[in-house]
């Protein structure tokens, strides 16, 4: 059973230098999007995200950092994302098709592959993403 205090873990990357940047950029308000694979949703058996919803923000050492809420949850498919979105993401890209070209380079690698359970597995302008607005609600 759990308590009122515990939430989801709200997880980007995997643990190492791409997670540390992505929850720095959170917690500088500069990252307020981000975006997964349906897929990997679908294999981890694991819930969309619900407007309103809080999770814990987890650094690489498995710390929970911050509180975020969910503000926004969209299904498209990959070629529907917009600037907006890549921009909010704040990892620098200046167009969708930086942005695409980053995201791909992490869903078709080695870790997300086998966590897909898929080592052929790659994307294109079909392929069903969850892109997701929050907000931190608390940090530290």
């Known amino acids: 059973?759990?308590?009122?205090?515990?939430?989801?873990?709200?997880?980007l990357a995997f643990p190492g230098?791409?997670?540390?940047?992505?929850?720095?950029?959170?917690?500088?308000?500069?990252?307020?999007?981000?975006?997964?694979?349906l897929a990997d949703y679908e294999a981890a058996r694991e819930e969309l995200p619900v407007i309103g919803e809080r999770s814990g923000l987890i650094d690489s050492d498995g710390r929970e950092v911050a509180v975020i809420e969910v503000t926004d949850v969209r299904v498209l498919p990959l070629?529907?994302?917009?600037?907006?979105?890549?921009l909010d993401e704040g990892e620098g890209y200046g167009s969708v098709a930086e942005w695409r070209t980053g995201h791909e380079r992490f869903w078709h690698s080695a870790k997300m592959r086998k966590a897909l359970g898929n080592p052929e597995f790659t994307v294109d302008d079909e392929t069903l993403v969850v892109a997701e607005r929050f907000r931190v609600v608390r940090s530290g």
Do not use: I, W, Y
Request: glycine share 8%; hydrophobic share 40%; charged share 20%.
């Open 79 to 86: 070629g529907a994302v917009d600037l907006q979105h890549a």
């Open 1 to 11: 059973m759990s308590s009122s205090n515990s939430r989801k873990p709200f997880l």
């Open 17 to 37: 230098p791409l997670r540390d940047q992505l929850v720095a950029a959170v917690l500088s308000g500069e990252k307020v999007s981000t975006t997964g694979l």
